[in-house]
C-alpha cells in the first residue's frame, strides 16, 4: 500500500492551505528553472511566510495535531531536565535559561516549577520562537502557571547580545534545520533536488555542486569510499552556524540538545542507504515529503558530530553524549516517579509516560542528548551511567 493510502487526506481549510502551499512550491520551482534543491524546498514547506508548516497556523504538536514531543507526553522529562540541571543552578544561581523552539509551552510550563521545587528561582527564562502561532500558545499557556513563573519569561524577537551566564535548551529544533539531501553516483557526490510532477513533485538528481562534494568529503572523510553508488542521505549544511550562534548567547554555561540523531559514522552507515527524513502528519511518520507540504511536519536526524565539531570549534566543550533513556535514569527519572501519585489512574499515566521516554523501541534510544559547557564546573548531570563521547 502506497504511504499516501494510509494517511487520512486533508479535508475544508487544511486542503485549500495544502493547495496553496503546493503552488507556491510549484513557483519557487519554475523560478529556480525547474529543479530546487531540497533544502530550499525543505525550507519553504516549513517556514514559508504564511504558508510553511511552522509559519501558518496548523495545531502541530499535541493530540489532535501530527506529533507528540516528549514535553508533551507529561511532567517526567522537565522534572528530569530540572534534575540535570541542578548541580550547575547550584553553582551559578544567576544563570538564566534560552529555549530556542518551545513548540506549545510544555517544557517550560513544567521546567520553572520543577526547578522552584528544586529550590532554583530562574531569574531570565527567554524563549527565541520562529513560529507566531505556537509562540500564542506558548504564552497563553504560561500566563497560566500560578505563582510567579510568568513573570520571568520572555520571548525573543532575534539573539539578544551575549550574557556572562546561562542555560540554552534545544528539544526537536535541530532536526527542524533544512537539509541538503545527496547521492552518490559513479562520478561523485550530487544533489538531490525537487522537480514539479503533475500536481506534485518528484526527486531529481542535480548538476554537480563543487561546494556539496566538498562539505560531504570533508565530513564523512575516508568513510566516503565506502557508500555503494545510488546512496542517499541528508547533510545540514545550516548546522555549524546555527550551533555557533546559539553558544553566543552566553560567554560562559551550557547547553542541551535532545533530537533525533547519532555520531556521523552511524550516522552515514553503508546500510542507512536511505538517509534519515521523517514526516509526521496526524500521527503517521513517513519518509515522503511530497506528500502534504505545509501540513506535515518534516525533519531529518541530527549528525551529533557536527554538533560536537562546530561546539568545539566556538570554543565550548562537549559535556555528555548519551542515549535519551540513559540521560533520563542517570538525571533520576526513577526517584521522580516513586514519589507518591494523586491516584491510580495517574499513576499508570506515569508508567506509561517512562516507557514512552525510554524504552527503546520507542523515544529512549533514538533521542541523544548532547550537553555543550564551557567555564563552568559542574556540568549537568545525566551522562554519569554510559556516556557516548567516544562514538562521536
Ligand atoms: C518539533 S517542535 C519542538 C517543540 C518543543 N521544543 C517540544 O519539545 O515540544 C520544533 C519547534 O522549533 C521551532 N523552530 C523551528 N526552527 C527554529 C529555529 N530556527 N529557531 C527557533 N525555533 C525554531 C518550531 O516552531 C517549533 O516550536
Known amino acids: 500500500m502506497p504511504v499516501s493510502a494510509s494517511l487520512p487526506a486533508p479535508a475544508g481549510e487544511a486542503r485549500e492551505h495544502g493547495e496553496r502551499v503546493r503552488a507556491h512550491l510549484h513557483a519557487a520551482i519554475a523560478d529556480a528553472g525547474g529543479w530546487l534543491d531540497f533544502e530550499r524546498f525543505m525550507s519553504l514547506a516549513l517556514y514559508a511566510p ?13 493530540a489532535g495535531g501530527d506529533f507528540v514531543t516528549a514535553p508533551e507526553l507529561g511532567p517526567l522529562f522537565a522534572q528530569s531536565l530540572a534534575r540535570s540541571l541542578a548541580p ?5 544561581p544567576d544563570a538564566g535559561i534560552v529555549e530556542f ?34 509562540k ?9 502557571l500560578p505563582g510567579d513563573h510568568a513573570s520571568r519569561v520572555r520571548w525573543l524577537d532575534r539573539l539578544p547580545p551575549a550574557a556572562p551566564v546561562g542555560i540554552v535548551i534545544a528539544n526537536e529544533v535541530l532536526d527542524a534545520l533544512p537539509v541538503r539531501r545527496f547521492r552518490v553516483e559513479a562520478d561523485g557526490v550530487r544533489p538531490l533536488g525537487v522537480v514539479r510532477d503533475g500536481d506534485s513533485f518528484a526527486w531529481r538528481i542535480g548538476d554537480a555542486d563543487a561546494a556539496l562534494a566538498r562539505e560531504v568529503e570533508s565530513r564523512l572523510g575516508p ?17 555549524p552556524a546555527w550551533v555557533a550562534s546559539a553558544l553566543e548567547l552566553f560567554d560562559s554555561g551550557v547547553a542541551l540538545f535532545v533530537d533525533y540523531g547519532l555520531p556521523r559514522r552511524e550516522y552515514y ?19 515522503d515529503p511530497f506528500l502534504v507540504p505545509g501540513l506535515q511536519d518534516i525533519t ?4 551529533f558530530t557536527t554538533v560536537a565539531e ?67 564546573d559542574p556540568v549537568p548531570a545525566g551522562f554519569g551511567l554510559r556516556d557516548l563521547r567516544d562514538r562521536l
Open 88 to 92: 550547575v543552578l547550584a553553582e551559578h
Open 136 to 144: 500564542a500558545r506558548q504564552q497563553t499557556r504560561i500566563a497560566a
Open 300 to 303: 531529518a536526524w541530527v549528525d
Open 269 to 287: 552507515a553503508p546500510e542507512r542507504s536511505g538517509g534519515t527524513l521523517r514526516c509526521h502528519y496526524r500521527h503517521h511518520a513517513h519518509s
Open 50 to 62: 504564511g504558508l510553511g508548516y511552522y509559519s501558518a497556523g496548523a495545531t502541530k504538536l499535541g
Open 101 to 134: 523552539g518551545a513548540g506549545t509551552g510544555a517544557l517550560a510550563a513544567e521546567l520553572l516549577p520543577a526547578l522552584a521545587a528544586l529550590g532554583f528561582a530562574v531569574p531570565d527564562y527567554a524563549i527565541l520562537e520562529t513560529s507566531a502561532a505556537l
Open 310 to 376: 562546530a561546539a568545539v570549534a566556538a570554543g565550548w566543550e562537549v559535556a555528555g553524549f548519551a542515549t535519551q533513556a540513559h540521560w533520563l535514569l542517570d538525571s533520576g527519572v526513577l526517584e521522580v516517579v516513586a514519589a507518591p501519585a494523586v491516584d491510580a489512574r495517574a499513576e499508570a499515566e506515569r508508567a506509561r509516560e517512562l516507557r514512552m521516554l525510554t524504552m527503546p523501541g520507542e523515544m529512549g534510544e533514538r533521542f541523544r542528548v548532547m550537553a555543550l559547557s564551557r567555564g563552568v
Open 223 to 239: 568513510e566516503l569510499a565506502a557508500l555503494p553508488t545510488g546512496y542517499e542521505s541528508e547533510l545540514c549544511a545550516l548546522m
